[in-house]
């Protein structure tokens, strides 16, 4: 028998395995049906923490559809809590910080990459894949934290048919690896309302990424300034964010029960 933990950051749900003592090769498969709600256990992400020559902890991150990606938000402030103490992190995406404050942790999310920006981004959606089922939102902003996101600011959330819209712009063809979908809504100077269809798990109640992605997004615009609230359907995040600097992330982070599984039968 394997044991793993059910933790959460924001609703943002996640079987967490100590690979360091457990032995689980995960597959693809292996890791749908565990994240599998009416047949597994259930949850948003897998996340496997194993050993790393030049951090505390490594992390891995498996989708609810199964893919292994570079970054969870979300997950990584959930790290400090289930390791018992500060730890620096090696994930895909990069050495992480991630120090536990009173109810969750603040990590340093390292620098955004706008690589994309040399892509003609509003030009390709127009002329490429608009059409018809693009509908009228405004050109996204296209910010790598890790893992990929677009974020398109609209003047109201609630008429956004976010669950039909998110499936078709994560797998449009101008994305090769697919995307992280954000719509989001700025609310004031420090505050953004934000809902994020995520690549390989849908609609999420939160995504630390995403909030990482929108809030630096919406400063480079200057729609924002300052540390930034993001809320999400699950609750709120507190991103900073400078031109030139790292992003920090700070917010909760929750642990519910600890099982026990067999892994091969999944
Ligand atoms: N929930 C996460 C993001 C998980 C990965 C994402 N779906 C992807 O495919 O890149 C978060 O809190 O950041």
Known sequence: ?????????L????????????VVEMTESRARAIADRHAGIGCDQLILIGNAPDADVSMQIFNADGSEVEACGNATRCVPLF??????????AGLLDARAVDGGASVDM????????????AYAMDT???????EDLPPPAAVNVGNPHVIFFVDDLDAVDTARLGPIIETDPLFPARVNVNFAQVLGDNHIRLIVWERGAGLTRACGTGACATAVAAVRRKLVSGPVTVSLPGGDLIIDWAPGGTIRMTGPATHVFDGEADWSRF
């Open 1 to 9: 028998m394997g044991r793993f933990s059910k933790m959460h950051g």
């Open 11 to 22: 609703g943002n749900d996640f079987v967490v395995i100590d690979a360091r003592t457990d």
């Open 83 to 92: 390791v018992g103490r500060d730890v620096l992190i090696r994930t895909q």
């Open 110 to 121: 390292g620098a955004p990459r706008f690589e994309w920006d040399a892509i003609p981004l």
């Open 128 to 134: 490429l894949t608009m059409g018809a089922s693009w």
